[in-house]
């Protein structure tokens, strides 16, 4: 099923027409699943008992935020392309139904994952209540960049339905051209994703593994920087012919 496209004219900033202006079920769902998640990554459930107790619970806070940062990004993804599309067809349920079930997987990887990382860098490591070998490392960071790259895979097979729907959709020369981006940019994170986790499988490169996703800030920016450039010929085909 796809939203009725003639509705009222509405516009993101990018100029994109807004083709999902009703909240759906499947909307409903995801943000409850979303929801779910985040509960998932609460610093703890219980209330600290003693100062020493608030003390360490307050020392997971860094990684926490970082975990909710990721999950705020998937969710906006996907808040983006439910506005944009308005898809509600089956092959969306199930692409986001499967979106949503490794978003779910995702989440103890990554907060483990952070909770190691971030709390040994920012504190004290012997007060860290996690400890792995290097093999048990190597293992979850493999978890992880697999977890990474799956959960972008399936948002870029979103966009690449949307983008075989173009002409019952209606695109637009700029949307078309967006959509593309879109499905570069994603694409690019599972790229990153799937070497990550091949760089933790190579012992002298276990190192790089991490660092890699650092990579991904100078890449997309630079995508984006190209993507407005490259994008001003089809704004102003738009001014000039609003109708289109």
Known sequence: MIRDQRSPEAR?????????REITRLESFSDAVFGFALTL???????????????????????????????????NGHYKYCRRYGLDDGTARFLTCVMLFLVLFYVYPLKFLFNF???????????????????????????????????YLAMTILYL??????DVL?????????TRYQILRLSILVA???????????????????LVYILLFPILRTSRVIHRRRR???????ANNPAG
């Not at 008992?49 to 970082?66: E, I, S, W």
């Not at 920012?122 to 990474?148: E, K």
């Not at 001003?232 to 738009?238: H, N, R, T, V």
């Open 192 to 210: 990153v994703g799937l070497i990550a986790a091949l760089l933790a499988c190579i012992p002298f490169l276990r190192s790089w593994s991490s």
């Open 232 to 238: 001003l010929p089809y704004l102003l085909a738009m």
């Open 117 to 151: 990382s971030i709390t040994s860098l920012l504190f004290d490591s012997s007060a860290n209540p996690v400890s792995m070998t290097r093999p048990q490392l190597s293992q979850l960071l493999v978890i992880y960049g697999l977890g990474f790259a799956a959960v």
């Open 12 to 20: 993101d900033l990018a100029g994109f027409r807004l083709r999902g």
């Open 161 to 166: 339905h949307a983008y075989r729907l173009r």
């Open 41 to 75: 990554l609460v610093v703890s459930l219980d209330v600290p008992k003693t100062f020493g107790d608030l003390v360490n619970t307050m020392r997971g806070f860094p990684a926490f935020a970082l975990c909710f940062l990721f999950l705020a990004l998937i969710w």
């Open 170 to 178: 209606e695109l637009t020369e700029l949307e078309k051209f967006d």
